[in-house]
C-alpha cells in the first residue's frame, strides 16, 4: 500500500532513513522513516498517543533538533532546505507550524498585533507586513477581527489567529499538530475547510495530525500511519478506513459509518465491496437489508425508566445564573435527575452546560431560583458537603493532580472528611482505584502515567469520596480512540454499579451510544429532554441547539426516509436490529 | 480582567504611550506633594473624568475600590491615631478631638483624619492611572516605547509577555481553584499544615501547567522567527501627534502651578 511519489512532481518535505531518539531515551521514536510529500498535498498523520506523530511534524520545521536534541539517523528537506543544517529561524520562513494550545501561541494583546509577530521578527518592512497580515486575516476568516483581544476570542478563533499568525510569514508549508483536539465540532470543521482552501488555492502543502477519522474522509487526500515510530500505511483514507481491523492495529479512530458495516460484516450479514464509508454509500446497502420484511423489524422500546419512577437526587427549579456583568448564562432551568441516570448534557458552547453542572456540587450558586441535591438546598451548604454527593471530574487532569504518587492524589480528597480512619481510608483509596482500573499504579508517579490513565486518576480521586453523582466534563477529549473507548468502558462499569452519570460531550455519538437520557442546552435553557432516540431524530431540533445528527441517527433518519422505521441512535443498538433482521431473513428462507 | 487592554477609539486610546507616561507619573508625582487632601481629590477627579469621557466600564474600577477597602480603613485608622499634634504646621491641624487610650496616648486630631484621607486619595490615584493606562494601551506600544527608551528588547519582551498572560493565568486559576473543592479541599479552614497542604494542591498544578505552557511559547517563539532578525519592525510605529503634544503642555502647564503651589507652602498640614 505503499504510495510512490510521482518524481516529475517537487517533493516538499522528504524523509530520508530517518531516525530520531529523544535525549536520555531508550527507544527510537522513529524508525527508519521514508516520506515524500509533493506540493499541494494534504496529508494527514495519524497513530494512537505516543507513536511518534508529533515528533515526525516537529522534525518537518526543524523544532528537532533545535528545540529538542537528541540523536538523528538520515536527513529531513523542507522545501529542499536540510533542517539539520538551518537554523530554526531559517525554517520558520518556510514552514508554519501550528500547536494544539492555541493560548500559548498568541502573544500580543490585539489580533492584528499578534499576526504581525512573525512578520516583524524576520524583518519584512512595513508594506509587505500590513499586506501579508491583511491576506492572512482574510484566509482565516478574521476580517474585522483586528483590534480584538484574545482573551475575549473562543477557541476556535484562537486557533485561526494562531493559523494567520503563521500564514503572515509566507511559508511554503503548514503543519498542524492536532489543531482540533480542543475545539468544538463546530470550529472543528471550519478549521478544515480552511486547510482545503490553503491547499487548492494558494498550493500550499499541509501536514496535520489529528484523531478526526470523518473529517480526515473528507478532507485528507492522503493519510500516513504511525505505529511504534514506523510509518506502517501510507496511502489515500478510502482504502485506510475500508480496512478496520488493521486500523484498530494501530490504534486510530475511524468513520462511525465505516465501523458500523465493517461491524455488520462481521456478524455474518453479506456486506459487498467497496465497503461503505460514508452515510451516503450506507443508505441502499443496509435498505437493501431490511428490503421486503419490513414488518420483522423488532419494535424498539427504551427498557430505561423514565425519571419520575426514580428517586430524584438533583432538583432544579426555575435556576437562573448570570455572571458578574453579562447576559444570563441559565434562564429559568427546571430539571429532576434520578438516581442511577446515565444522562449526556449537549449543547454548543457557550450554552451553558458547565455552568448548569457546576450548580450541582455548588461550584456556582444560583442567582434565581434554587437547586436541591440529595435535600439539600445548595444555597445553604457549602461545597465540602455538597461534593460527597456529587463528584465533579474536570477535562484536564492535569489541573488537579499534584501529589507524587497515584495512592496520595486519591488520598487527598478522603482526608478532607472528617472521621475517616488510616484503614478506612487506605481500603477506600484502593477501592477507586480499582473501580478505574489503575490498582496496580498504587506507586506510580502520576506525571509517568499516560493521558488517558491520568484522566482516569482524576476520576479515582473523586470517586474515593464516594459521591451518588458523577459529573464528568468531556470524558474522551485529547485521548486517541483506546483511551477513549477504555474511559467509557469504565463510566459504564461505574453507571452498572450504582452510580448517577452526567457526561457534559460535544461529541453526539458518544451521548447516543452511551446515555439513556440527552439534555439539550441552548442559549442558557433547556431546548430539549428525552432518551437519546427522542433528541437524536429530530434534526430541527439539533440544528436550532446548533447540534450535528450523529452518524448513526442520520443513517436511520435516510433509511426511514425510505419507509425503514429503526428509530435507533446507538451503534451496538444498530448492529443488534440489522443482526436479528439477518437472522429472520436466513429462518425465512429455510 | 482588570489589566486587560480595551480596544476602542477615545481620546484615552488616540494619545500616544509616552504621553500617556509622562501623565501617570505627573499625577504621582502630584499627589505626593500635598498633604491635604483637596489636592489628591482634584487628581482623582480629574483621572475620573477621564474614565467617563473615554467611556470605559467602571466596574473595574469598582471591583479594585472593593477589593481595596479593608486596606483603606486599617491605613486610615492606623494614620489617624499615629500622629502627635505638634507635627502638624496649623492650628486647626493641631485639634484634638479625642484620645484613644487614657494619659493623652493616641490622639485623633482633625490633621490626622485629614491626613489619613489623603493617604486613601494617594493609593486611589495610583490604583486609577494604572488601570488608565492599561485599559487604553496596547502592550504592543509599551513594548516600542521601551524600545526607543533603549530598554534591550528581550527585557521589555518578558515583560509585556508577563503582561498578556496574567488573564490566561488568572483562568487557569480558577479551573485549578474548581477541581480541587470540587473534592473537598477547604481553603478557607484548618491549622496551618493542613493549610499548607490545600495550598500546594493549587500551587504545584499551576507550576507545573506554567512550566509547560512556557515550553510551548518557546516553541511558538521559535516557529515565530523570534530572534532572527535584529531589526525588530513594528506594526504600527508610534507617532506623537499635535494631540500629543498639546496633552503634554497641559501637562506641564498644570505641573508647573502644582510645583509654584507647592513651594508656597500650600497643601500642608
Known sequence: MMQQPNPNERLQVVFEDVTYRYPRGTDDVLRRVELGIRENEFVAVVGRTGAGKTTLLSMVNGLIPHFFEGEIGGRVLSAGIDTQRSPATTMARVVGMVFQDAETQILATTVEKDVAFGPSNIGQDAETMKRNIATALERTDLCGYERRSPSGLSGGEKQRVAIAGVLAMEPRILVLDEPTSELDPEASAHLFTLCDKLCAEQRMTLLLASHEAERLLDHAKRIIVIDEGKVCWDGNPRSLYSDISACRHSGISVPVIAELMWNLRQRGIRIDDPIPLTLDEAVPVVAGLFSGSKRNIPSITSSAPRPAQRRVLIDVRNLSHHYNGTRDALNGVDLQIGRGEFIALVGKNGAGKTTLAKHFNGLLKPTGGKVIVGGRDTNRYSIGILSKTVGYVFQNPDHQIFCPSVREEVEFGLRTIEGLTESEIASRTTEALRAVGLEDRLARHPFTLGKGERQKLAVASVLARAPEVLVIDEPTTGLDMEGGRAMMAMIRRLHRDGHTIIVITHDMQLAADHAERVIVLSHGSVLADGTPEEIFLQPDLLCRAGLTTPPVAALSLALQAKGIDLRCVAMNRFEEIADMQHNAGAENAR | ?269
Open chain 2, 1 to 269: 480582567m482588570l489589566v486587560d487592554y480595551v480596544p476602542s477609539e477615545s481620546f484615552l486610546h488616540r494619545l500616544d504611550v509616552r504621553t500617556k507616561l509622562v501623565w501617570f507619573c505627573s499625577c504621582i508625582v502630584a499627589v505626593f506633594l500635598f498633604d491635604q487632601p483637596v489636592y489628591a481629590a482634584a487628581v482623582l477627579a480629574l483621572l475620573l473624568t477621564a474614565l467617563l469621557l473615554s467611556g470605559l466600564p467602571s466596574h473595574g474600577v469598582k471591583r479594585v475600590s472593593l477589593m481595596l477597602l479593608p486596606v483603606f480603613v486599617i491605613l486610615f485608622l492606623v494614620t489617624v491615631f499615629s500622629h502627635e499634634p505638634r507635627e502638624f504646621k496649623d492650628a486647626f491641624s493641631q485639634t484634638v478631638i479625642l484620645f484613644l487610650f487614657p494619659d493623652r496616648v493616641a490622639p485623633l486630631t482633625v490633621g490626622g483624619i485629614l491626613l489619613g484621607i489623603t493617604i486613601c486619595l494617594r493609593i486611589m490615584v495610583m490604583v486609577l492611572a494604572s488601570l488608565l493606562l492599561t485599559l487604553t494601551t496596547p502592550v504592543d506600544d509599551l513594548l516600542q516605547a521601551s524600545q526607543r527608551m533603549h530598554v534591550p528588547y528581550v527585557v521589555a519582551f518578558i515583560v509585556t509577555t508577563a503582561i498578556r498572560f496574567i488573564p490566561t493565568m488568572e483562568q487557569k486559576a480558577t479551573m485549578v481553584l474548581d477541581a480541587q473543592r470540587s473534592r473537598g479541599a477547604d481553603l478557607d479552614s484548618g491549622g496551618l499544615i493542613k493549610r499548607i497542604r490545600v495550598f500546594s494542591s493549587v500551587l504545584v498544578p499551576m507550576i507545573i501547567d506554567s512550566i509547560r505552557m512556557s515550553e510551548n511559547l518557546a516553541m511558538a517563539l521559535l516557529n515565530r522567527g523570534f530572534g532572527s532578525s535584529r531589526r525588530i519592525v513594528f506594526l504600527d510605529e508610534i507617532h506623537m501627534k499635535r494631540r500629543d503634544y498639546i496633552a503634554l503642555a497641559t501637562n506641564f502647564l498644570l505641573l508647573a502651578i502644582v510645583v509654584v503651589l507647592y513651594f508656597q507652602s500650600f497643601g500642608r498640614l
